[in-house]
């Protein structure tokens, strides 16, 4: 999975659930970019690159999700 995938699969959880999900791409240096998933957030490296699977699952665990929703 990649990084923009990881986002798009994000917004949609945050959609059914009901919870805001917001992108800021000028919080971050280069082409990392801040995911918030209501108060949570998370840190995306290069959305273009393929994400390694403990960084889905840290990422995941930092905002309060499993892997296995999206």
């Known amino acids: 999975m990649t990084g923009n995938e ?3 699969k994000v917004k949609a959880l945050g959609k059914r659930r009901g919870i805001p ?4 791409a000028s919080r971050g240096k280069g ?3 801040t995911l ?6 998370t840190v995306v490296r290069n959305p273009k690159d393929e994400l390694k699977t403990g960084t889905l699952h840290a990422m995941c665990a930092q905002i309060g999700i ?5």
């Open 21 to 24: 999900v917001k992108l800021n």
């Open 66 to 70: 499993r892997a296995l929703d999206l």
């Open 6 to 8: 990881f986002i798009r």
């Open 36 to 41: 918030y998933y209501g108060t949570a957030f």
């Open 31 to 33: 082409s990392h970019q």
